[in-house]
């Protein structure tokens, strides 16, 4: 969790940079208290730890509905699948609620981030959300919408019924004045569905959720084979949802790298090589991926196996094995 504190601290500063003072041309802090009282900072940082929490107890449910779907310990895996359910109701509530005051402050701070995760080439008031679009990106500003809800895209970007969204070609043109000729319009295919693929995979955990809790409480929880065999496989949603939503954060971010005071294509280093960052890039893709891999197959085999017979008092003596990796 401290970690996180600094990474998002860190991370939010170029998301909406604050306690500095430019000298030379650059930006220096002066102000620490600044850095962790920024609003995206406070609002990301609370969405990570509640996201953690979301991911932690699906992971736990998953194993718990293997399990006891594999004839594993009935009354160990039961209390383990409710106490996952019991901590990620909440958490995956708070997760959404979070998020969506975070959207209403990087909406405040960043408007383009907010109107290409809508695609709103147009100002609007009171605006609709649409569920789906056929069509729609940079370069396709009248995409069909699908199943569009009044009034609910105005709630969620600025918490009022009737609010104001300012849409991409008047913020194109608001920044070509105040930063000078370029196109400050991120990936608007990449915003739209990172950010309904993040949306409709955190209600698929609430709706999964709530199903089990509803069958904890008529005693059914542990012979439910078609919900058990959903937690399991529920255990890839919230990694998705995860990962939409750091596409929303950072492609919403460009083309800035820190915003409104380097552009990307200023950050890029003129001694480095394309050939330097195709190794490096390659090195790191095998060996993060390699790490992924045994990651994931220690993580199948341990979970698969089952608990050891409980200790008895005649064991009291025998010496506890030694924890394997």
């Not at 004839?71 to 160990?76: A, F, H, K, T, W």
């Not at 959207?103 to 109107?115: C, H, N, S």
């Not at 300012?166 to 000729?181: A, R, S």
């Not at 949603?237 to 919403?252: I, K, Y």
């Amino acid at each position: 969790m401290l970690s996180a504190a600094f990474i998002m601290a860190a991370n939010s500063w170029m998301q909406h940079p604050v306690g500095y003072t430019m000298a030379g041309g650059k930006p220096q802090l002066n102000d620490i208290w600044a850095l962790f009282t920024n609003p995206v900072f406070v609002w990301g940082y609370a969405k990570v730890l509640f996201a953690s929490l979301v991911t932690g107890a699906v992971v736990m449910l998953a194993v718990s509905g293997w399990q006891l779907r594999h004839g594993g310990d009935r009354d160990v895996f039961t209390r383990s699948a409710r106490l996952a359910l019991v901590v990620l109701v909440p958490a995956i509530l708070f997760t959404m609620l979070v998020g969506d005051e975070l959207g209403v402050i990087e909406g405040r701070y960043q408007p383009v981030k907010i109107a290409a995760a809508e695609a709103q080439w147009t100002t609007c008031q009171p605006c609709s959300f649409s569920l789906f679009q056929i069509g729609g990106g940079n370069n396709d500003q009248t995409p069909t919408e699908i199943i569009a809800i009044p009034h609910l895209l105005s709630l969620l970007a600025t918490n009022h019924w009737n609010g104001q969204v300012v849409g991409l070609n008047p913020l194109q043109q608001q920044y070509t004045k105040q930063f000078g000729p370029g196109y400050y319009v991120p990936n608007v295919f990449i915003q739209y569905w990172s950010m309904r693929v993040m949306a409709y995979l955190g209600a698929l955990v609430l709706a999964i959720s709530a199903w089990g809790l509803w069958l904890v409480r008529r005693g059914k929880l542990a012979t439910s084979r078609v919900f058990l065999w959903v937690a399991v496989w529920g255990a890839v949603l919230p990694f998705g949802m995860n990962t939409a939503g750091w596409f929303l954060t950072e492609s919403g971010r460009q083309p800035w790298i820190v915003q409104g005071i380097m552009l990307t294509k200023n950050g890029i280093s003129p001694t480095v090589s394309t050939t330097t960052l195709w190794i490096s890039l390659v090195a790191f893709v095998l060996l993060y991926g390699t790490l992924a891999t045994v990651d994931l197959l220690l993580m199948l085999r341990y979970s698969r196996e089952q608990l050891p017979p409980p200790r008895t008092e005649t064991d009291a003596d025998v010496p506890v094995p030694a924890v394997r990796y």
